[in-house]
Structures are given as structure tokens and as C-alpha cells.
């Protein structure tokens, strides 16, 4: 039989070890002829306890199936295999196995404590030094070790001199009062019969480093770093021998001086203790250890993958700047870390510093703000010929140039030789999303926004990764999310912060700017509720749904999308208008002042109460979705209010909006506030705007997602291509024309006289505005979920703006999908794939659509006029 299943996946697990629920749900990915059907299914699970098999007779389902046996227990292992049927009931063979395994799953299977150095330090200063800290213990070779292990702060784990894991910057960022990740290690191999050792670097990280512009705040969480362990050994006579942090640990000042996020980290390897995580070595200079504080029930497991580096950069070139510097450009604006490898005297000092920019030849470190985002080294001295190698730890850079002083001989040879690389570091998600077309420049522009999202998604979806802030801003994430989630499988990664979202919000409903939430002194604290940004709770998690078809998130975020329409309703109150009131509006609007980025040219109350229709129509989809039949009624029935009071107050009789702007035309059709008969006026409307501003973009945070989409929908597509393809500033593609490699936060971040924007807010990497990828990937390719998942695609590629080809592939909970159209003369040839499981409906431009089954399939239609 031709029909073969791969090994099933875990939840939004890459690795299914160490997870946190006790009923995972499975999903699998089948191949099979054109055609064929699941019609069941068998699932196989091996436990401790003996094998079971779950005949399931009649089900075509395969994405986030049920778990089909007994709950499993803390550090259980289960091996599951899947066959499936088809119609004819012919049965596929086993697919391969996935083994998974629970983390510790109840507070009492926690044992190890909080342990940090105990000596005096200065709570408010920047530069206080993190520990080491260590046990020796004495254990046989087990039959199976693992260990558990979080941080306040940041941690890298150390047994027996070799580096546990290759996560960074863990175990990453949540609302620690509430949820501390704790990550599980397979150590086995570690072990050694005798003498051991198991030490820990530690770093100030989120938790109590500083955080926040205008000089931040420390301490946030906490004013410890200390380590939280639990290392187990498992022998085959059942045996547990367990190694936990208690005070039975030792501590020292280890070779980091300081580190933080913001300003770098300060590495003096003369301060090196040679073989301190090896058995053997004499701690009896170290001190023992102070033990915190930390309640076993808010440490949970990853739901995504953690940060890992995924990519190396080598430098394009090497600068000489006015200054008599020398600057390393890598050619790419990323997020990351400066390796080196070096050798030279004792006491040599080297330091990096970073930047996105270059200005009259020199790093332009202004838009940093206050992050000092330099890196310093000082030699230890070899006393052999191998040279020092050396990474930072615990902090991370946005950046393409670094400045380098201090460099002991020939800066170039070294650059020739692989001595200084960029690691390039995000959340190590999968990616399951490609866009290419025939215009170059809109294939960079697509390159920037993946690049853009890489460097963003570094545990939390941040604004931005280089200055002083680098926070989960919620707008940013809402607008940005459908892109996203084509690129990159981010399910897991965005569930984890959707709960911290939940956890976040006020009792009244208010969701936070930004999560986690973080004291600011401007505008930003105290909290209040502002459209965009708080629609995050509704709209994202139906975009996960929409995409990855887990109805699972969609019910757990419920409470929390309801509680924000609910306090939409009451502060917009009997007329249904949020009018009044604190709101950012369309933020960053092209003609709003550097200062001033809330001053759009829409008003900031059309977009609150277009939001508000917008979010309470998806809650009462949501509502529908989960059975819950009152509330879908009782929602629809307000959207449809707050549509009519939208109608009366910002739309005149002629269609016109009392806000003449794209971003309000925009919102207004794609968010289906008008009457039907207004919607074809509105559409040329915004056409016109858009021809009488130079096809320049004028829409801001709000207005950018939803503009082209929204000239696409009324029937001008020309418009949305001129749109997309203008290169005078501001536009999508100026950026790329001023050789950007990011999507930028401003238009015009960089002024077309080559000078860096003179707002405070410029940064050169923000996702936000290149939610446009989106429509790349629906409209110019024409691939799209037509059914939560993508059970069911919708292809319906749309030509123009004189591209000749377009292609996007995605990467379904159902297998590949894919499109490649081009033109040929006066013929438009497409080629679709559907993966098994899945149906599709084709689409092309002015004819009937097809309805297609799994495989791959041609359509051609003749007498297309050739777009100049």
C-alpha cells in the first residue's frame, strides 16, 4: 500500500520531552495517492503499564486528535504509533514511533530551592556581579538521569564540565510571579561512576535586570539570580538518587562581570576558574550558598521551543571609519551575539559595540537610547597556541555593524580566518512558510519580514531587539500574527504568552500594552485600555485557530477575549461609539510628527469603535465555535449595533467617511462595517487616495494590515499592486531601496537624505509594518485556509502590478501545500498542492471555482491579458 504516516507530533511540541500535559493531543501527517481519505484510524501507546490500541472506526481527523489513554503521570514515557484507514479500509502500516515524556507535573515533586551567593550587594546598581555556583556529589552510572532545572535570572547549566542543553537566554520570559519555565535535560550520558559535578552560570536577565526606557527599573521580580535544580538518577535496581539546590551548594564571583540585556555583557576570563563544574575541583574558597524564595506550583513547562541560535553569520566586509575605528559589517540587521576568537596578552581588553545603522561613517548609536549594547573581553593570555574563545551569555544585540577596538593584531586576517561570527538567536520554531515572486525587490521586501520576525520572536513577540524597551507590545503581535503564523509554526511560542496575556489583564478586562507588563513613566502606566493593542486578546487567538486549528487555545483565551469585549461594551456605553478616552489610534501614520505618532490622519475613535465591531464579531464567532450558543447570539446581535452606530456616526450619506483616509476606508470594508451598497464607493474611494498620495503609503499601525486587502476586495487590485510596488518614500519598498534588510518601525527611518529619523523611536527592526506579507502570501500567491487548519485551502491567485510568477508553499497540520503561477503570453498557468487530508477550492481570476482533492493539479487559462 502507498499510504504512509509519519511519526506523530505532540501538542506544538518540537521535542515532546519534559512537557507539562498529562493528555497531549497527537497529530500526524499522512502521505497517500490523489485522493485518498482517512477514513480512521489506530492508536498505538506503549506505556510503563503495557501496550493500548484505540480502533477509532470512523474519523477523517488527524490534527490535535485526543489523547486516547489515562492521564499520564510526572517523568511518565510514552511511545505512541499511529496507521491509518481509508475508505476502502485498507489499513497503512505502523507509522514511526515518538517517545514523550512529562516533566514534574504536581508542586511536590519539587525538592530543589532557590540557591544564589550570599554576600552584600547594591540592589539599585547595573553592574552587580552574578555567581557561580556549584555541588560535587558522588553517584554510579544510572541507568537514566534527568534533570530539572529554571532560574531567577537566566541560566547555563554545567555537568561535569560539559555544557548541558543549547538553549538561550533561558529559561526566557513569562510573568514569574505567576509562571517560571523549567526546562527537562536528558543527562545520562553525562554521568560518571564516582565523582561528579554540577555547577551553574547565572545572569541577571528580564528578572531582575534593568528593563524600561527612560532609565528603567531593576529588580522587577526579584533582586536574586539563583538556581533552581533537581537533578535526578534513576539506577536499574529502581533506585533515585536526587540532586536538588539546598545549601549544600557553593557560590563564587565567577569571570562576568555584569551582564544585561540592554548594555552587554563585561567578561574578564582572567577571572576564570579552571574546571569548576569537573569533580575534583577544591570549592573550599567558594562560600556557601543563600536560599530564596520560590512557590513549586508556578513552575511549568514549555509549551514551544526555547532560544536557540540557528544561523552564523560571517562579515561582509571591514570599515575604516573617520574616527580611525574599524567596523565589521555582516551585511544582514540581525539579532544575536559577536563570537570571537582571539589571542593576546594578558589583560588586553576588546570591545564590541553594536549598531543597526551607520551615519557619516560611524556607528549611529543614538536610536539605542540608553542601551549601551557593547560587549567587553579581556584576555586571560594563552599559555598555549590555541587561541581564547569567547561568546557572550546572557544578553542579546539587534544589530548589522559592530564597532571593534582593542584588537590585538590584523583585524582582517582574523575576519578571513572565521574569528568573529554573528549567532544569530530566536525562538528555535519551525519554519512552515515561503513566498517568492518575479520582482526581486517585493522578494527582499518578503526576506525583511522573516528576518524581521526572527529577530522579534526571542521568547516574546517584542517591538523591537536593539534599544532600551524590547517589550511584548500587543498591537504589534494582533496586527502581526497572520504573517507569522504562515512563516514560522510560532502556536506553541504564542500560546505560552497568551496565557501571560490572560494572567496580565486587569480584573475590569483592560489588557495591557504590553506583556509582560513592566512599570514605564510616560503614557504607558497606568494601565489603560486602548483599541488595537487590547484586541489582541480576541482577534490572535482566532488567528491560531484559523491557522493551526487548535480549538483547545481558542477556549482557554475565551474568559479573557469576553472580558475585553465586555469592557469595550460598557465604555462605549448605549450608543455603542468608544469615543472617549486615552487611544494610540493608527499609530505611526506617515504624517503624524516624530514625536507625535498617535496624530493620524484617521480619527483615533473611527478606529476604537471599528475595532470594537471587529473584535466582538469574532467573539461571537469564537462563542459559536465552542458551542456556546447564548453568548454567540448575544454577541452577534452587538456587533451588528455597533456596525450601525459606526455607519450613523463616521459614514455620510454618499459614502464618504468623516475621516477622509485610507486607514478609514480601509478598516471600514475589511472589517464589513458599511452597508453593501456603500462598500463599492468606499472602495474607490480609497483608490483615489491612494492615486492622489503618489501610490505612498498613508497608514499606520492600524490602516497598513487591512489597506491592501481592502483596495484588492472592492475590485482594485491595480491600485493594490501600485501600492505595494512604489519606492518613494513613504512605501514598502523605499526601505528596501535604502538597502533595509529589516522592516523598519518608521516609514522613513532612515531620511532620504541618508540620516537616521530624528525621533526617539527609530528603530530599524520592527515587524509590525510588514504585516503585508500576508497578503503577498494569500492575494499575490494565492494560498489561504479556507477551514480552521487548513482542512480546506482556498487558492485564488490574483496577477498584476507586471509581475509575471508568484509561488508560496505552507507548511499545513496537514502536509505541504503549495502554488507556483506565472504568465505566459496571454496564458496564466497554476499549479496547486494539496496535501492528504485536506481539500481545496481553485479559484483563478474571472471563472467558476473547482473544488480538488489531495495531490497536485495544472489549471490554465488562455486569453489573459498580459499586465504591463
Not at 637 to 659: M, N
Request: one cysteine or more.
Amino acid at each position: 500500500m502507498s499510504v504512509t504516516v509519519a511519526a506523530p507530533t505532540v501538542e506544538h511540541h518540537r521535542e515532546p520531552f519534559g512537557i507539562g500535559e498529562r493528555r497531549p493531543r497527537l497529530s500526524w501527517k499522512t502521505t497517500a495517492p490523489a485522493g485518498w481519505a482517512q477514513n480512521g484510524y489506530d492508536l498505538e501507546v506503549s506505556r510503563p503499564t503495557g501496550v493500548e490500541v484505540t480502533h477509532v472506526d470512523t474519523s477523517p481527523d488527524s490534527v490535535l486528535v485526543p489523547w486516547p489513554s489515562a492521564p499520564l503521570a510526572s517523568r511518565e514515557a510514552a511511545t505512541v504509533r499511529v496507521r491509518v484507514r481509508g475508505s476502502d479500509g485498507e489499513t497503512s502500516p505502523w507509522s514511526p514511533p515518538t517517545t514523550l515524556e512529562t516533566g514534574l507535573l504536581d508542586p511536590g515533586d519539587w525538592v530543589g530551592v532557590p540557591v544564589t551567593g550570599d554576600w552584600p550587594e547594591d540592589r539599585e546598581s547595573d553592574d552587580r556581579r552574578p555567581p557561580l555556583v556549584r555541588r560535587s556529589f558522588t553517584a554510579e552510572r544510572p541507568a537514566s538521569a534527568r534533570l530539572y532545572v529554571t532560574a531567577h535570572g537566566m541560566y547555563e547549566v554545567e555537568l561535569n564540565g560539559r555544557r548541558v542543553g543549547r538553549e538561550a537566554l533561558a529559561p526566557g520570559w513569562t510573568v514569574y510571579r505567576e509562571r517560571l519555565r523549567y526546562a527537562t535535560y536528558d543527562v545520562t550520558a553525562y554521568l560518571l561512576d564516582g565523582d561528579n559535578a554540577i555547577g551553574a552560570w547565572l545572569g541577571d536577565g528580564w528578572y531582575r535586570g534593568r528593563m524600561g526606557w527612560r532609565g528603567g527599573f531593576r529588580n522587577l521580580f526579584g533582586d536574586d539570580v539563583s538556581l533552581i535544580a533537581q537533578l535526578e538518577l534513576r539506577y536499574a535496581d529502581g533506585r533515585v538518587q536526587t540532586i536538588a539546590t539546598d545549601g549544600s551548594w557553593r557560590a563564587a564571583f565567577g569571570p562576568i562581570i555584569a551582564t544585561g540585556n540592554y548594555d552587554g555583557e563585561v567578561y574578564d576570563a582572567r577571572e576564570e576558574h579552571d574546571g569548576w563544574s569537573s569533580p575534583g575541583f577544591d570549592d573550599t574558597g567558594w562560600t556557601p550558598v543563600r536560599l530564596t524564595q520560590r512557590d513549586p506550583a508556578t513552575l511549568v513547562a514549555p509549551t514551544g521551543p526555547p532560544v536557540r541560535c540557528t544561523d552564523e553569520l560571517a562579515p561582509v566586509a571591514v570599515l575604516d571609519t573617520p574616527s580611525g575605528g574599524t567596523v565589521l559589517d555582516f551585511g544582514q540587521n540581525l539579532v544575536g551575539r559577536v563570537r570571537i576568537r582571539v589571542s593576546g596578552a594578558s589583560g588586553t581588553v576588546i570591545t564590541l559595540r553594536t549598531a543597526e545603522v551607520m551615519q557619516e561613517g560611524e556607528i549611529y548609536t543614538r536610536p539605542l537610547r540608553s542601551a549601551k549594547s557593547r560587549d567587553i573581553y579581556t584576555l586571560r593570555g594563552s599559555t598555549t597556541e590555541a587561541p581564547e574563545e569567547w561568546e557572550p551569555r546572557f544578553t542579546f544585540h539587534g544589530f548589522r555593524y559592530v564597532d571593534v577596538s582593542g584588537w590585538p593584531g590584523d583585524i582582517r586576517e582574523a575576519v578571513d580566518n572565521g574569528d568573529l561570527v554573528a549567532r544569530v538567536y530566536h525562538t528555535d520554531m519551525e519554519r512552515t512558510g515561503w513566498f517568492e515572486s518575479s520582482d526581486p525587490l517585493v522578494n527582499r521586501l518578503h526576506d525583511n519580514v522573516v528576518w524581521g520576525m526572527r529577530g522579534n520572536f526571542v521568547d516574546i513577540p517584542t517591538d523591537c531587539p536593539q534599544r532600551d524597551e524590547r517589550v511584548g507590545w500587543t498591537g504589534d503581535l494582533q496586527v502581526f500574527a497572520p504573517t507569522a503564523s504562515f512563516l514560522y509554526d510560532c502556536s506553541g511560542m504564542l500560546d505560552s504568552w497568551l496565557r501571560d496575556v490572560a494572567i496580565e489583564q486587569l480584573e475590569d478586562g483592560t489588557v495591557p500594552w504590553y506583556v509582560p507588563v513592566i512599570p514605564a513613566h510616560h503614557m504607558w502606566t497606568p494601565i489603560r485600555p486602548g483599541a488595537v493593542w487590547g484586541d489582541v486578546a480576541v482577534l490572535t487567538p482566532w488567528t491560531l485557530f484559523e491557522r493551526f486549528g487548535d480549538r483547545g487555545l481558542l477556549e482557554r483565551q475565551y474568559d479573557s477575549a469576553k472580558a475585553w469585549v465586555d469592557l469595550m461594551d460598557r465604555l462605549a456605553g448605549d450608543d455603542h461609539l468608544w469615543n472617549e478616552g486615552f487611544q494610540l489610534g493608527d499609530w505611526l501614520d506617515p504624517a503624524a510628527p516624530p514625536q507625535d505618532p498617535a496624530d493620524a490622519r484617521t480619527d483615533r475613535y473611527l478606529v476604537a469603535t471599528a475595532y470594537f465591531a471587529w473584535s466582538t464579531h469574532h467573539l461571537a464567532r469564537t462563542a459559536r465555535e465552542l458551542g456556546k450558543t447564548d453568548d454567540a447570539a448575544r454577541y452577534a446581535a452587538l456587533a451588528d449595533a455597533v456596525r450601525e452606530s459606526f455607519v450613523a456616526e463616521y459614514v455620510t450619506p454618499d459614502g464618504r467617511l468623516t475621516s477622509d483616509a485610507q486607514t478609514a476606508y480601509a478598516l471600514a470594508i475589511r472589517f464589513g462595517l458599511l452597508p453593501e451598497h456603500l462598500v463599492a464607493p468606499a472602495g474607490r474611494r480609497l483608490a483615489e487616495l491612494v492615486a492622489e498620495a503618489g501610490n505612498r503609503i498613508a497608514t499606520g499601525f492600524a490602516g497598513t494590515p487591512v489597506v491592501s486587502d481592502a483596495l484588492s476586495g472592492t475590485g482594485h487590485l491595480d491600485a493594490a499592486y501600485d501600492l505595494l510596488l512604489e519606492r518613494e518614500c513613504p512605501s514598502w519598498l523605499y526601505a528596501v531601496t535604502q538597502g533595509a534588510t529589516t522592516v523598519w518601525e518608521r516609514w522613513d527611518s532612515l531620511l532620504p537624505d541618508g540620516t537616521v529619523n530624528p525621533g526617539t523611536m527609530t528603530s530599524f527592526n520592527h515587524y509590525a509594518l510588514g504585516a503585508v506579507a500576508d497578503w503577498l502570501h494569500r492575494v499575490v500567491a494565492g494560498l489561504a485556509p479556507a477551514q480552521p487548519g487548513y482542512r480546506r485551502i482556498a487558492f485564488r491567485p490574483q496577477p498584476g502590478g507586471g509581475l509575471t510568477s508568484a509561488r508560496a508553499e505552507h507548511e499545513t497540520p496537514y502536509g505541504r501545500a503549495a502554488i507556483s503561477w506565472r504568465l505566459d503570453g496571454h496564458a496564466l498557468r497554476v499549479e496547486v498542492t494539496v496535501p492528504t487530508g485536506a481539500t481545496a477550492i481553485v479559484q483563478l481570476p474571472g471563472e467558476d471555482a473547482v473544488e480538488v482533492g489531495s495531490g497536485t493539479h495544472h489549471f490554465e487559462r488562455v486569453a489573459v491579458a498580459a499586465t504591463a
